[in-house]
């Protein structure tokens, strides 16, 4: 792992993605991967136990203080892409505030999704598939 920091997109771009209780305990695992050739290869990957923003915070540190040269000898990524999580996102900033942090393409639509379902809305049934096709269109455009 310690060499896929040397790849050039890894002081470009860090998609993190977390599991969420992958066992009784609680335990999450983290993923910081990079985009390469091969698709995408770990930068770290964290266990800790539950997905607070304390957890997220160590696990984080202990990249940043190992790895010297991590996101190729920047330090840290031009950006993050992660999950719809306030807990992650904010360890991020704690530990490396110079990056930014974006949500991906599935979790934006997955938000979206969410809130067109949410009874408090009121926005009717038939409504809800055209307003979702919309957006995607306007995402991808």
């Given amino acids: 792992m310690k060499r896929a920091h040397d790849l050039p997109l890894s002081k470009d771009i860090v ?16 993923f910081l991967l990079t985009p390469c050739a091969a698709g995408a290869a770990p930068l770290g990957v964290i266990i800790s136990k539950g997905q607070s923003e304390a957890s997220y915070s160590s696990g984080f540190n202990l990249i940043k203080q190992n790895i010297k040269d991590a996101f190729g ?3 840290y990524p031009s950006l993050f892409l992660t999950d719809n999580s ?5 360890a991020l900033k704690t530990v490396w505030p110079q990056s930014r942090s974006l949500l991906c393409i599935f979790h934006v639509l997955q938000s979206v999704w969410r809130r067109l379902w949410d009874s408090k809305k009121s926005i009717k049934k038939e409504d809800r598939p055209p307003m979702m096709k919309a957006f995607r269109e306007m995402l991808y455009a």
């Fill in 15 to 30: 998609f993190v993605d977390s599991t969420s209780s992958c066992d009784p305990e609680n335990h999450c695992i983290t």
């Fill in 73 to 75: 000898g920047q330090g």
């Fill in 86 to 90: 306030d807990a992650e996102i904010n």
